[in-house]
T-cell receptor, first 112, second 111 residues
Framework: NAGVTQTPKFRVLKTGQSMTLLCAQDMNHEYMYWYRQDPGMGLRLIHYSVGEGTTAKGEVPDGYNVSRLKKQNFLLGLESAAPSQTSVYFC???????????FGPGTRLLVL | KQEVTQIPAALSVPEGENLVLNCSFTDSAIYNLQWFRQDPGKGLTSLLLIQSSQREQTSGRLNASLDKSSGRSTLYIAASQPGDSATYLCAVRGNDYKLSFGAGTTVTVRA
């Protein structure tokens, strides 16, 4: 089992560019999450999904979009990157709500 | 809005000493609480999950307690080792699918 994997590991964008972060899990989990982690702050939930074809907003959804077309994949899109979106992005998944969340290794994004 | 606080932000101890990490939260209406470990440049690894009906959970040298009424959880790590050096994060799950994270305590265990 690879667990939760994230692509890419690191990316540099210019302001206004777009990109998609890919999260994949091979544990047949229903729930998937996208978080961002900034220095001195806890992880904050961006968007989440409770099953294939569903998405919902988290705490800090502005400037991001997500899609869950396949159960094993959860995509996070930045339509027009801003320097404030410089962060480390983590994907997580869990079998059911309230159960242990398993995290990917993270994607470091720098927006210039 | 749930606020989760971890104090201290950093801790340095000699090898063999017991570690005590604190987590406090403002809303006692929680579903469960998790402790995670994060190594530099890595993702989070779940250490212990305590359901709201439980008072503590144990795994090897780790013991986590939960006092919902006072909004506190404590993670104890017995006989610390240099390999325990990492950042430890506390996360509280409310009744809304969401985990609220503390900023973490960075632990250094000196050999």
């Amino acid at each position: 089992n690879a667990g939760v994997t994230q692509t890419p590991k690191f990316r540099v964008l210019k302001t206004g560019q777009s990109m998609t972060l890919l999260c994949a899990q091979d544990m047949n989990h229903e729930y998937m999450y996208w978080y961002r982690q900034d220095p001195g702050m806890g992880l904050r939930l961006i968007h989440y999904s409770v099953g294939e074809g569903t998405t919902a907003k988290g705490e800090v959804p502005d400037g991001y979009n997500v899609s869950r077309l396949k159960k094993q994949n959860f995509l996070l899109g930045l339509e027009s990157a801003a320097p404030s979106q410089t962060s480390v992005y983590f994907c997580a998944s869990s079998y059911y709500d309230g159960e242990t969340q398993y995290f990917g290794p993270g994607t470091r994004l720098l927006v210039l | 809005k749930q606020e989760v606080t971890q104090i201290p932000a950093a801790l340095s101890v000699p090898e063999g000493e017991n570690l005590v990490l604190n987590c406090s939260f403002t809303d006692s209406a929680i579903y469960n609480l998790q402790w995670f470990r994060q190594d530099p440049g890595k993702g989070l690894t779940s250490l212990l999950l305590i359901q709201s009906s439980q008072r503590e959970q144990t795994s090897g040298r780790l013991n986590a307690s939960l006092d919902k009424s006072s909004g506190r959880s404590t993670l104890y790590i017995a006989a610390s080792q240099p390999g325990d050096s990492a950042t430890y994060l506390c996360a509280v799950r409310g009744n809304d699918y969401k985990l609220s994270f503390g900023a973490g305590t960075t632990v250094t265990v000196r050999a």
